[in-house]
């Protein structure tokens, strides 16, 4: 993947809101200023997180709890991690709830255990804005919607359903949704900014003239030498008004 994929890449996480404007200026210095081979095989294994991100934990015990049945340990354990299983005649999905205790904590725990919560040192704060958007009686799956609060204080709306599986237990898979899908049905109209964002001409020529520059001022100031994040948005600028129109 170019450097001018993995930048513009980076800027779809800052309008979705994924990134923070501080972490999104660390990102892109740490892209410009890594140049090494064994570096830019972590940024390709990075970006091969895709942004809808499929996360599935088990939702071990939780029937006892939601069901309530006494002396059933309602604590979620660690992806992967095979619990006791519970069985099919005491399952009762009209008892499964989008809102309840249980699948929230279950939620905030598949979230931050994912592979793309971790890389981006991102965790669940809060689930709210819960909606239920359908149950299916006959297999058992409720699906549903809600919006999660990063410790970035960015939100990340998410779709999550809860399935019993053919042992009786209960897995939720969630899924990040993008920002434009959830806050609206008629997409906007981009703006011009936009426009050029989006085109691939624009974006490799902006990318290819940040790269000049840095090299330029390491070679006046030293190799060794770190890019400041302003120094590069300074440069960006000034290449996006030099990109032919």
Same mark, same amino acid.
């Given at each position: 993947?170019?450097?001018?994929?993995?930048?513009?890449?980076?800027?779809?996480?800052?309008?979705?809101?994924?990134?923070?404007?501080?972490?999104?200026?660390?990102?892109?210095?740490?892209?410009?200023?890594?140049?090494?081979?064994?570096?830019?095989?972590?940024?390709?294994?990075?970006?091969?997180?895709?942004?809808?991100?499929?996360?599935?934990?088990?939702?071990?015990?939780?029937?006892?709890?939601?069901?309530?049945?006494?002396?059933?340990?309602?604590?979620?354990?660690?992806?992967?991690?095979?619990?006791?299983?519970?069985?099919?005649?005491?399952?009762?999905?009209?008892?499964?709830?989008?809102?309840?205790?249980?699948?929230?904590?279950?939620?905030?725990?598949?979230?931050? *255990?994912?592979?793309?919560?971790?890389?981006?040192?991102?965790?669940?704060?809060?689930?709210?804005?819960?909606?239920? *958007?359908?149950?299916?009686?006959?297999?058992?799956?409720?699906?549903?919607?809600?919006?999660?609060?990063?410790?970035?204080?960015?939100?990340?709306?998410?779709? %999550? /359903?809860?399935? *019993?599986?053919?042992?009786?237990?209960?897995?939720?898979?969630?899924?990040?949704?993008?920002?434009?899908?959830?806050?609206?049905?008629?997409?906007?109209?981009?703006?011009?900014?936009?426009?050029?964002?989006?085109?691939?001409?624009?974006?490799?020529?902006?990318?290819?003239?940040?790269?000049?520059?840095?090299? /330029? %001022?390491? /070679?006046?100031?030293?190799?060794?030498?770190?890019?400041?994040?302003?120094?590069?948005?300074?440069?960006?600028? *000034?290449?996006?008004? /030099?990109?032919?129109?």
């Amino acid at each position: 993947m170019s450097q001018a994929d993995e930048l513009e890449k980076l800027s779809q996480l800052k309008e979705k809101g994924v990134l923070s404007a501080e972490e999104f200026a660390a990102k892109k210095a740490e892209i410009l200023n890594t140049s090494s081979p064994k570096a830019k095989r972590s940024r390709r294994l990075f970006w091969a997180i895709p942004l809808l991100i499929i996360g599935t934990i088990s939702l071990l015990n939780a029937l006892g709890s939601l069901a309530g049945h006494p002396g059933t340990d309602s604590t979620v354990s660690p992806v992967n991690q095979v619990g006791p299983s519970i069985p099919l005649a005491n399952s009762n999905s009209s008892k499964l709830q989008c809102d309840s205790a249980t699948a929230k904590d279950t939620l905030q725990r598949a979230f931050d *255990q994912s592979q793309f919560a971790r890389s981006m040192n991102l965790s669940a704060i809060l689930v709210n804005d819960v909606k239920e *958007q359908s149950r299916d009686a006959k297999t058992d799956v409720l699906v549903c919607r809600a919006t999660i609060t990063l410790n970035t204080t960015r939100k990340a709306p998410v779709s %999550y /359903k809860m399935e *019993q599986t053919a042992d009786g237990k209960f897995l939720l898979t969630f899924e990040v949704l993008d920002d434009a899908e959830s806050t609206s049905e008629t997409p906007a109209a981009p703006s011009p900014a936009r426009k050029e964002q989006a085109t691939p001409a624009s974006a490799d020529f902006v990318a290819s003239c940040v790269e000049n520059s840095v090299e /330029k %001022y390491r /070679k006046e100031v030293g190799e060794d030498v770190l890019v400041r994040a302003d120094m590069l948005d300074e440069w960006e600028s *000034q290449c996006k008004n /030099k990109f032919p129109r």
